[in-house]
């Protein structure tokens, strides 16, 4: 499928030290932690805003946390640009917050090649129709619509996994009930992607013609 361009981008958008942007990235923290301890003793990749060093004591041993600079570089346990300098094969989680549109489609690519067959990545992005996009508006960051992302992950050679899904505030609701603050959901204002590395399954292994026949008892 055919893309164009993408805009570039410096770095990630300061919005995200604003009052405003702290409150989605602490919206979203306890998904990230809750995805990354699904999948125990296992190596890790977060990119996003935020400090690097973040307190994260279960979790910090077997992972990187990295943080958008200008120039499509990252930093905090490692200081890179791209393509990352990680071994094929070698992550089973990845964590995309709120990266940079800048090289997107190479990061994509990247992940792709650094997770493990079965490993699953989550892309957090920003929904441009949700109504807390009047918080963000002109201020920096840049967005792109749930089926553009999806798009783009799939090109990359990964396979989404259900429907987005939304965190994230839509917009003050007074006196609204449980039932009718469900179903604003998709206007929440951070939708959810996950996706997994195809497993390839081995070809060849087993000779044709071959079976598993029980033994018979000789009298």
């Not at 989605?24 to 932690?33: R, W």
């Not at 840049?142 to 999806?150: D, E, G, S």
């Not at 965190?167 to 609701?173: F, S, Y």
Request: glycine fraction near 10%; proline fraction near 10%; charge should be positive.
């Amino acid at each position: 499928m055919p893309f164009t361009p993408l805009p570039r981008q410096a770095g990630v958008s300061a919005w995200f030290d604003t009052g405003a942007g702290q409150a989605l990235l602490h919206a979203e923290q306890s998904g990230i932690l809750n995805g990354l301890r699904s999948r125990p003793a296992q190596p890790w990749l977060w990119i996003g805003p935020g400090q690097p060093a973040a307190e994260k004591p279960d979790l910090q041993a077997r992972g990187i946390r990295l943080r958008p600079a200008a120039g499509s570089r990252f930093e905090g346990e490692l200081r890179c640009g791209l393509p990352l300098p990680l071994v094929a094969e070698s992550v089973q989680s990845i964590v995309l917050q709120h990266v940079p549109l800048s090289d997107v489609e190479l990061l994509l690519a990247e992940c792709e090649r650094i997770l493990m067959p079965g490993g699953r990545l989550w892309l957090y992005a920003l929904n441009p129709f949700s109504p807390y996009r009047l918080r963000w508006r002109r201020r920096g960051p840049q967005v792109l619509q749930p089926m553009r992302w999806r798009a783009m992950v799939q090109s990359a050679g990964l396979r989404c996994l259900g429907q987005a899904g939304y965190v994230g505030a839509a917009w003050r609701i007074e006196g609204a009930l449980e039932a009718e603050a469900a179903g604003l959901a998709p206007w929440r204002a951070v939708c959810v992607l996950e996706a997994e590395k195809r497993v390839v399954a081995p070809i060849g292994l087993i000779p044709a013609g071959v079976g598993w026949r029980r033994p018979v008892a000789t009298i």
